[in-house]
């Protein structure tokens, strides 16, 4: 088991960038693929990013690419997501989650969640 704690979020104004964390308790995080969603007003929960157990591994949603970058510590149990020329579309409240490999962009197929970090960029 896995426990999930998202920190990073805030204001920003469009253009601008952040770096969300995700901090996980247990000695097995090296072993979990690692994904991160963002749930905006009235939407659904929808794919961002995603990492493989190593970090060799990484996939992204045609929305973020080329902005979003995705990375792990393995030594820290913590997971990244560094968000670069942020949109007022990309504001929402973002959740890392945590499954067994493979890498998985499915939120079904994610068994443990963190509370989410809300990110707002202003236009």
């Known amino acids: 088991q896995v426990q999930l704690v998202e920190s990073g979020g805030g204001l920003v104004q469009a253009g601008g960038s952040l770096r969300l964390s995700c901090a996980a308790s247990?000695?097995?995080?090296?072993?979990?693929?690692m994904g991160w969603f963002r749930q905006a007003p009235g939407k659904e929960r929808e794919f961002v990013a995603a990492?493989?157990?190593?970090?060799?591994?990484?996939y992204y949603a045609d929305s973020v690419k080329g902005r979003f970058t995705i990375s792990r510590d393995n030594a820290k149990n913590t997971v990244y997501l560094q968000m670069n020329s942020l949109k007022p579309e990309d504001t929402a409240v973002y959740y890392c989650?945590?499954?067994?490999?493979?890498?998985?962009?499915?939120?079904?197929?994610?068994?443990?969640w963190g509370q989410g970090t809300q990110v707002t960029v202003s236009s």
């Open positions: 247990g000695r097995t995080f090296s072993s979990y693929a």
């Open positions: 989650a945590a499954q067994g490999p493979p890498l998985r962009v499915d939120l079904n197929e994610y068994d443990y």
């Open positions: 990492i493989s157990w190593s970090g060799g591994s990484t």
